[in-house]
């Protein structure tokens, strides 16, 4: 669920034709803020309709988004050879 509603605000300027939320005019920045809000609010409404599930809610989604906003890091160190596993039979 995280993920889908980070993903929102990023794709939603394609409903406008523009790729980035920057290069849309201010009455769709408008239109998008709204929708977003409302999509929030709706979210909240699902829920159990505490105040403490939706700040919940929120604090999750910014964590989620700090780390979706890092870039991925290539482990570091030589890739080994294919490991082997025993397995013991019982």
């Not at 300027?13 to 201010?26: E, H, I, N, S």
């Not at 803020?33 to 989604?61: N, P």
Request: glycine fraction near 8%; avoid cysteine.
């Amino acid at each position: 669920m995280l993920a889908m509603i980070h993903e929102v605000p990023q794709v939603l300027p394609r409903f406008f034709g523009k790729k980035q939320y920057t290069a849309l005019k201010a009455e769709e920045k408008d239109a998008m803020d709204a929708f977003f809000l409302e999509l929030m609010a709706a979210l909240g409404r699902a829920g159990d309709g505490t105040r403490k599930t939706g700040a919940s809610f929120g604090h999750d989604l910014d964590l989620y988004s700090e780390f979706a906003a890092q870039p991925v890091k290539p482990a570091k160190g030589r890739k080994r050879g294919r490991v082997r596993r025993k397995i013991r039979l019982l």
